[in-house]
């Protein structure tokens, strides 16, 4: 079984920083790509910011120049770097990776549970 465990979402004032961690475990063969995405009520889920094995990394629009996504392949591991925050970027945040349990079991998406990332003053 595959867990993503993320961490690190909170209350921040506009302008502020915070940083999200996600670590995979389980019964995990490779890791493809790993990413970010955020929901809010109402909307559909929408692709933060996403990075593969091999470093090439995907941003939205609307986060370029202000996130950072990284990536800890030892640790199975993706960060999410948030700063210059936006009273827009309150939603739930949510890791996913692709990946596999096998040699030869197909590559698949898991998901973390979510965190809460609220931007007011």
């Known amino acids: 079984q595959v867990q993503l465990v993320e961490s690190g979402g909170g209350l921040v004032q506009p302008g502020g920083s915070l940083r999200l961690s996600c670590a995979a475990s389980g019964r995990i063969f490779s890791i493809n790509a790993m990413g970010w995405y955020r929901q809010t009520p109402g909307k559909q889920r929408e692709l933060v910011a996403m990075?593969?094995?091999?470093?090439?990394?995907n941003y939205a629009n609307n986060v370029k120049g202000r996130f950072t996504i990284s990536r800890d392949n030892a640790r199975n591991t993706v960060y999410l770097q948030m700063n210059s925050l936006k009273p827009e970027d309150t939603a739930v945040y949510y890791c996913d990776a692709d990946l596999s349990t096998s040699s030869v079991s197909p590559v698949l998406r898991y998901w973390g549970q979510g965190t809460q990332v609220t931007v007011s003053s």
């Open positions: 990075t593969t094995t091999g470093g090439l990394t």
